[in-house]
């Protein structure tokens, strides 16, 4: 557990920005009170589970000083704040960003960063704490990545009430909070994601990780009906999309065409039948992996491994066989 989780941990600092009752202010209403001083609330997860999959540590939320400043630095978890009013810089090892009301940036863990508040109109931000073995995934799937560690959302987005109802729980204590503020987490992450997706206005053009899901499900897919009359026009019909589409996506992902893949992931599964099964014909094997033409099944056997189904066999058992 880092120093700086200890120190939070210790104590939640008050301020005037949250009351107690568990009411909002709204982010406008909280954007006008440019008279205030400065201000620091900090709310720690009071239960303690670090070996979740999904686990939030801390929620907070502060008006800075003028030209507050933080860094260079790590941390040991990731840490996403969300912009509120005011202006500042956000710097990671390999760029520095401006950003400004409903900006967001996020820190991920042992990434050197700094960030410091305007001169003539700091920030008021909130921040939430987290860590757990799928968050590289969601942070993925929200668009976040080392290179693009900085999102933007319109006015009057959710995601200010879901920081705040993660720091008010945990600061009451209700019963659940951790799983509630992991709830909250996902639907922060949910909303980065879809404005991410909405950016992307050429639906040929989809994020990364929805690129990824979608030859995941081909390569399921296919993994589990190669042994039948399986096409891709099939495949296309079953997940909604066109088939040069699928095409062109799958290729651009395993650098092979699904077509290739079908055909490898077939004469693979007969290439282990004919090791484990001396007692089916080269026309049984040719069957059972959705090849029903055995001569074509050897031609393509011999493609792939330079020698034919009957020779692969020969050097497993012998020429006796």
Known sequence: MSEEWKAIKSSAVS????????????PQQLAGQADKHE???V?????????????????????????????????DYYL??????????????????????????????????????????????????????????LIRRAGFTLNSPVAHLEKDS??????????????????????????YLHLIMARYAEVRTDETHDAHLRPEHESEQIVRQMIRMMSTQYAHPFTMEQMATSLGYSRAYLSRLFKQVTEMSPVTFLLKLRIDKG???????PDLTIEQIASSVGIPDALYFSRQFRRFYQQSPTQYRQQVFGTHL
């Open 15 to 26: 301020s005037p920005l949250s009351p107690d009752d568990g009411e909002r202010p709204s």
């Open 39 to 41: 201000s620091y609330e």
């Open 43 to 75: 709310s720690p997860n009071p239960v303690m589970i670090e070996r979740e999959d999904i686990h939030v540590l801390f929620a907070g939320e502060a008006r800075t000083k003028p030209n507050h400043h933080l860094g260079p630095k790590l941390y």
């Open 80 to 137: 996403l704040h969300h912009i509120i009013d005011g202006r500042g810089l956000f710097s990671t090892e390999a760029k520095t960003y401006t950003l400004g009301p409903d900006d967001a940036f996020l820190i991920a863990p042992n990434q050197l960063v700094s960030y410091q508040a305007d001169a003539a109109e700091p920030w008021l931000y909130q921040w939430v704490a987290f860590k757990g073995n799928k968050i590289e995934s």
């Open 158 to 183: 959710l995601v200010s009430e879901w920081l705040y109802r993660i720091r008010h729980d945990f600061k009451q204590r209700t019963a659940a909070c951790d799983m509630s503020a992991a709830g």
């Open 271 to 277: 290439r282990q039948l004919l090791r484990e099964r």
